[in-house]
């Protein structure tokens, strides 16, 4: 109905703005209650991931067209991963689903927060990058993905267009934190919900949709060498 129409809507906008806020916030104004609203919560939360994919590539493409290419496939094929488990996983059947009211994607404190942590990931990732090399720099946008992906995402960007990162590492960096967000959820969500079900399903989605991203990006780079 046409809840269920505007859940998936703030499920899709949400996703562009800050997915990590936006699942933990469904999550916890839907706890589910019946099979029905488990597979709501379950399509809810794939939607905002592949907003969240989407999102990425598109500021990669945005500030750092030549990253492009080492990020585009692995993120597609979680993008292709995550929706065909929505679609297999999709339910026809109805219930209540409580009336949402979800903060906008773009305020003042969103802006002022994903500036703030920009600037703390593009700092600490450009030290990471003069003093450790490559994989301090991929490790530092693993763990930037956990607070915000978006923020990691244009930091790798912008650093590729200046030329203080490669833009091959630009791409793997943009997949990981795009990896690390997608799973930080999962501990967040159970305390919202207190869902073991629920939980254990996302659980297994969330790292099937990763696996295949990691399968795409290591078959890439051993197909490019």
Known sequence: GGRSGGLYVASVWGGFGNSTATVTELGGLLRPTDDVLLARTVEVVLLTRIAMFVRNLVILFLFARVAITSALWPLVVMIAGASAILWRKRHHGTAQIPALKLPLPVSLRRVFTFGLVFLVIQIVSALAERYTGH??????????????????????????????????????????????????????????????????????????????????????ERLGH
């Open 135 to 220: 994989l301090g720099f991929l490790a530092v946008s693993f763990i930037g993905g956990l607070v915000s992906s978006a923020s990691t995402t244009a930091s790798a960007a912008l650093l590729a267009s200046r030329g203080q990162i490669t833009p091959h590492a630009a791409g793997i960096a943009v997949v990981l934190t795009s990896m690390s967000s997608a799973l930080v959820n999962l501990p967040l969500i159970y305390q919202q919900t207190k869902h073991k079900e629920l939980t254990r399903t996302l659980t297994v989605v969330s790292f099937a949709v990763v696996l295949l991203g990691l399968a795409a990006m290591v078959l890439i």
